[in-house]
Nanobody
């Protein structure tokens, strides 16, 4: 299995920046992809950004040019650098490890952006 633990969230004013992390552990590698999702109160979970093991990276239109995803294989950690944050970015950010047999989810980390 894989365990995912997010960190680095918090509160920031609009226009500010935050970097959140997702550390993976366990005996399972995320052989398909690693992805960030977010879920705001009363809304469905939505895709934010992800990278596939073949190197393909994608972003939701709403965060394109503001967020940057990266990963450090030596630390088994994925990052999301979030710049020019907006109040509508407020949500619980959740990371996902994709394998060929199962998806593993973290508990999420809260990001709050005030106007």
């Amino acid at each position: 299995q894989a365990q995912m633990v997010e960190s680095g969230g918090g509160s920031v004013q609009a226009g500010g920046s935050l970097r959140i992390s997702c550390a993976t552990s366990g005996d399972t590698r995320c052989d398909v992809d690693m992805t960030w999702f977010r879920q705001a109160p009363g809304k469905t979970r939505e895709f934010v950004s992800g990278f596939r093991r073949d190197g393909f990276i994608s972003y939701a239109d709403s965060v394109q040019d503001r967020f940057t995803i990266s990963h450090d294989n030596s630390k088994s950690t994925m990052y999301l650098e979030m710049n020019t944050l907006k109040p509508e970015d407020t949500a619980m950010y959740i990371c996902k490890c994709g394998t060929y047999g199962h998806n593993y989810w973290g508990q999420g980390i809260q990001v709050t952006v005030s106007s």
